[in-house]
């Protein structure tokens, strides 16, 4: 029988480790009986009861009035790593939310939404325990009386069990404890032997195992015969110069054994756009970056340039994408097209190089290739060799890279007024159009909108 992993989280103090050892039957995971930290990192305990094996992760809690900022992102990173790591590894099983008795907060409200909206997508089983009760009279009262809270804070769960995870005390409390200890084992059998448990787990593994890139830059610079060129198929509609994508286009894909959802983009700062035109293709773009950040966030930024002078263009799209939208926090390679005339394809990032370092243009990777198809046998090679370098520029910024993709969520506007120290009296139209290259018209209308959403999220 499959071992099962389970992974436990909830706020620091919750008795998450004395969980694992009332599963366990014995002291598997230190404990402390202060609120102070015990798990700085992930813990992996191996434990069997009733003929079943589990792996059980022990997790830290994430506390950011506690830990501050910079250990907060850390601590979900490590989430992140985790998650990811099993998700590659057969998946979660199951979910306990440690809960202590007490006043709800925002913080376990905060838990529960990073882990299992955010890291989880809400397709793992999930079962609340509430630890801290060896005072009840019944402990399932607790939940009686407390539900209405936890249902006013959006949190659903899919069982729940209250116990004490306190052990030595006195002769009744010792009752409750081994009552607990059954009341645990019984919830984690019920919701990781089902038959729905494995349909979700699968679709957990599944959403874990897809990578997600955006493919951005100017109109003509072969966006859609670089998809073409990965897929090893025409899945992309592509024009010789037109404009062939109005709206963001998502496309599957795999190659090397791995999956991909490849989002491919209208070119930005187009010299055909008019001032509607262009707004529509930046909001456009917005939306997709805010769909992808809530659906697990993005992997890598694939920038599409075709050989030539670099432009002022070029750096609009750059800053538009890389640090207007996606806050320079995502992955970047720079995939440079339609050197099929070259001796030899990389000699021209040689000689180039600086070109782009004048315009600021910093990037992670880049691949010097050919996307045209179907021309002569010398042409053919290198379209097959540029297949395999793309192929592999893109999986060593996602699967072999070792942090997760990036999630913007909530505040990416608020890190975007504050990296340019835009306060109420400063022009935002002003830095989109200097520093985005934005028509003056559009900038405005922009502007406008940012003003708007900051206006609500201001008052919500």
């Not at 700085?40 to 069997?48: G, K, Q, R, V």
């Not at 159009?433 to 999220?457: N, W």
Request: charged share 25%; glycine share 8%; net charge negative.
């Amino acid at each position: 029988m499959r071992t099962k992993n389970i992974v436990l989280f909830g706020q620091t103090g919750a008795g998450k480790s004395s969980v694992i050892n009332l599963m366990a039957g014995e002291v598997k995971a230190k404990t402390s009986l202060s609120t102070e930290r015990c798990t700085m990192h992930w813990e992996e305990h191996s434990i069997a009861f009733e003929g079943c094996n589990y792996k059980v992760f022990d997790t830290i809690g994430l506390e950011e009035h506690q830990l501050g900022i910079e250990k907060c992102l850390d601590a979900i990173t490590n989430a992140r790593s985790l998650v990811t790591k099993l998700g590659k590894e057969g998946g979660i099983d199951l979910l306990l939310f440690c809960v202590r008795s007490g006043r709800f907060t925002s913080i376990i409200q905060k838990n529960y939404r990073i882990f299992y909206g955010s890291l989880c997508e809400m397709k793992v089983p999930i079962v609340l325990v509430v630890t801290g009760l060896e005072e009840e009279e019944n402990m399932e009262d607790w939940w009686t009386r407390e539900k209405h809270t936890f249902d006013k804070g959006g949190i659903a769960v899919d069982g729940h069990v209250c116990i004490t995870a306190a052990s030595h005390l006195n002769e009744r409390h010792q009752e409750l404890y081994e009552l607990s200890r059954q009341l645990i084992r019984k919830v984690v059998r019920e919701h990781t032997d089902t038959e729905d448990v494995l349909t979700r787990n699968t679709d957990f593994r599944t959403s874990m195992s897809t990578r997600n890139i955006v493919l951005f830059g100017q109109s003509g610079a072969g966006k859609s015969s670089v998809i073409n060129l990965m897929a090893g198929k025409q899945i992309a509609e592509t024009s010789c110069a037109d404009i062939c994508t109005m709206h963001w286009e998502e496309h599957s894909i795999a190659f090397d054994g791995y999956n991909y959802k490849v989002f491919d983009t209208i070119g930005l700062g187009e010299p055909q756009f008019g001032i509607d035109e262009y707004l529509e293709a930046i909001v456009n773009a917005r939306n997709l970056i805010t769909k992808l950040d809530n659906e697990g966030g993005i992997d890598l930024l694939l920038f599409c340039v075709r050989a030539g002078r670099i432009t002022a263009t070029v750096q609009n799209n750059y800053r538009l994408f890389h640090e207007f939208l996606c806050e320079q926090k995502v992955p970047i390679v720079l995939v440079l097209t339609g050197l099929e005339g070259e001796q030899n394809m990389e000699d021209w990032w040689s000689f180039t190089k600086g070109q782009f370092d004048k315009y600021k243009i910093s990037v992670d990777g880049h691949a010097c290739i050919t996307s045209a198809n179907n021309l002569d046998r010398r042409s053919q090679q290198l379209y097959e060799e540029s297949r395999q370098l793309v192929r592999t520029l893109v999986r060593e910024h996602t699967y072999d890279r070792p942090e997760g993709e990036w999630i913007g969520g909530y505040g990416w506007l608020w890190r975007f007024i504050e990296r340019f120290n835009l306060g109420k009296n400063k022009d935002i139209a002003t830095v989109l159009t200097r520093r985005c290259g934005m028509p003056r018209e559009a900038a405005v209308l922009l502007a406008g909108q940012i003003r708007e959403e900051l206006a609500r999220k201001s008052s919500t």
